[in-house]
């Protein structure tokens, strides 16, 4: 019998010990999980210079540029020296033809995705930085009209309308930007590599002035 109750109290205190060494491990474990994250999440918005680029030749001299807007939400990831992140928001594309008193304009609202950009962060002190970036992106077309004002009489029509309208765009965004603290001011460039119709051979070509803030 007293065998049996040395051995019930050895085998107690051995439970006891594994228990206490997976409550440990697990607090460790859990601890680390609440490391903070390295990513840098942020909003962005701004104004869009939209434009068209492409076979543009006939009529580049009447090109203005229609103003549209852009508001995203994103992140950054540092990768070695570099960093990674995506993008997604609301944005528009199109452009203004003016000759004369006779003037054409598209406008297009667009759900925004960049799947992937690449960048180079470069802090010039504690509270000031400056970074380059370039990604690709595809957007998709969801409302939008084409206006033809020949000076006298004025008519639109939905992109919904139009023969062989391309839906869908896709292309590369890149440009430059700076960080004061929480607050940033970004320059990009967005050109596009899908015609806006298959019979007309031009495509999106955006300059974009966006305000960030970081969460």
Known sequence: MKKIFTLIAALAMIVSAATAQIVHSGGVKINEEKTP???????????????????????????????????????????????WGMEYGLGSRGYKLKDGDAKETWFAHNGYFSPFNLGYKYAVSGDFEVEGHIGA??????????????????????????????????????????????VGLDFSFQKGFINMTKDVKVHTSNFMIRLGFKF
């Open 37 to 83: 994250s390295e990513s840098m999440w942020y909003a962005r918005f701004g104004l869009n210079m939209m434009k068209c680029g492409g076979d543009v030749s006939d009529f580049k001299d009447y090109i203005k540029s229609n103003l549209g807007y852009q508001i995203v939400w994103g992140f950054e990831k540092p990768l070695g020296p570099l960093f």
């Open 137 to 182: 992106y595809v957007s998709g077309d969801y409302a939008g009209k084409f206006v033809e004002d020949d000076g006298h009489d004025s008519e639109d029509f939905s992109i919904y309308d139009a023969d062989d309208y391309s839906y869908v765009d896709a292309g590369m965004v890149f440009g430059f930007g700076v960080w004061y603290n929480s």
